[in-house]
């Protein structure tokens, strides 16, 4: 079983960016859906990007136009690179692989 780990959160102002990453302890080519999910406190856990094995994307509608989300199959990884940050984007951050693997979740605060 694929094992997850998310890195790359931390405190940023609004406005700034932050990537985050995802890594596999195995290779993700045959894993057809990766995805970011976010959870932020007194909130129910939300899509903000996935992307399948051939390459189609969608976006949470709030991230939309701002967060980009890739995977790079032979290094295992997927990414989320996160544009002009907004508080309310302030969560925790999940990984997960066809939506029944998880990580362990990544903090991204973003405040003044």
């Known amino acids: 079983q694929v094992q997850l780990v998310e890195s790359g959160g931390g405190l940023v102002q609004p406005g700034g960016s932050l990537r985050l990453s995802c890594a596999a302890s195995r290779s993700i080519f045959s894993i057809y859906y990766m995805g970011w999910y976010r959870q932020a406190p007194g909130k129910q856990r939300e899509l903000v990007a996935a992307?399948?094995?051939?390459?189609?994307?969608n976006y949470g509608g709030s991230v939309k136009g701002r967060f980009t989300i890739s995977r790079d199959n032979a290094k295992n990884t997927v990414y989320l690179q996160m544009n002009s940050l907004k508080p309310e984007d302030t969560a925790v951050y999940y990984c997960?692989?066809?939506?029944?693997?998880w990580g362990q979740g990544t903090q991204v605060t973003v405040s003044s």
């Open positions: 997960t692989a066809d939506e029944n693997i």
């Open positions: 992307v399948t094995s051939d390459g189609s994307t």
